[in-house]
T-cell receptor, first 111, second 113 residues
Framework: KNEVEQSPQNLTAQEGEFITINCSYSVGISALHWLQQHPGGGIVSLFMLSSGKKKHGRLIATINIQEKHSSLHITASHPRDSAVYICAVPYSGGGADGLTFGKGTHLIIQP | DTGVSQNPRHKITKRGQNVTFRCDPISEHNRLYWYRQTLGQGPEFLTYFQNEAQLEKSRLLSDRFSAERPKGSFSTLEIQRTEQGDSAMYLC???????????FGSGTRLTVV
């Protein structure tokens, strides 16, 4: 079973700051997911990536397959970015059998 | 398509009662997953279906839990003889094999009193 570690667990920053959230996993994977969860429970998929880098608006996700490590960056952070960010990888590496999740990074952006 | 729909959104039940949750996935998605999330933790995998076949169950899914997807469309998750430790958010997600990712529902929050 894949194990996922995220850091930091909690992060408070000022509006406009550059944010980095890190994720490490234990078993080689087909793809890694970054998810966003707002209070109330709904989860939104931000990125699925298997190599390199992806960008969507102010969000950037990178992955290093050899090092089993991924980062999520937020540029020009805004209070509406406040949420829990969760990294997830396939339960056993392959992908068909569901995801294993990190505990999440609770991000608060203060105005 | 309105995404993955879960009902009810909230359920409060007394210990020992049975509860059933429903998940309606995105219609084109052949895979459906159930996860459980407790406060301050990431979601944990419970089980998944490909079409109507239940292909994997986590050790978390005790004998009191059963999931079905009878026609390969919607799915139900039943918990029998609920315990206080069952209180959690139950999340459903769907995907298409060979596709690009997962779509999650808003979850059903269960409180056992």
């Amino acid at each position: 079973k894949n194990e996922v570690e995220q850091s930091p667990q909690n992060l408070t920053a000022q509006e406009g700051e550059f944010i980095t959230i890190n994720c490490s996993y234990s078993v080689g994977i087909s793809a890694l997911h970054w998810l966003q969860q707002h209070p109330g429970g709904g989860i939104v998929s931000l990125f699925m990536l298997s190599s390199g880098k992806k960008k969507h608006g102010r969000l950037i996700a990178t992955i290093n397959i050899q090092e089993k490590h991924s980062s999520l960056h937020i540029t020009a952070s805004h209070p509406r970015d406040s949420a829990v960010y969760i990294c997830a990888v396939p339960y056993s590496g392959g992908g068909a059998d569901g995801l294993t999740f990190g505990k999440g990074t609770h991000l608060i952006i203060q105005p | 398509d309105t995404g993955v729909s879960q009902n009810p959104r909230h359920k409060i039940t007394k210990r020992g009662q049975n509860v059933t949750f429903r998940c309606d996935p995105i219609s084109e998605h052949n895979r459906l997953y159930w996860y459980r999330q407790t406060l301050g933790q990431g979601p944990e995998f419970l089980t998944y279906f490909q079409n109507e076949a239940q292909l994997e169950k986590s050790r978390l899914l005790s004998d009191r839990f059963s999931a079905e997807r009878p026609k390969g469309s919607f799915s139900t998750l039943e918990i029998q003889r609920t315990e206080q430790g069952d209180s959690a958010m139950y999340l459903c997600a769907s995907s298409f094999s060979g596709g690009n990712g997962y779509t999650f529902g808003s979850g059903t929050r269960l409180t056992v009193v």
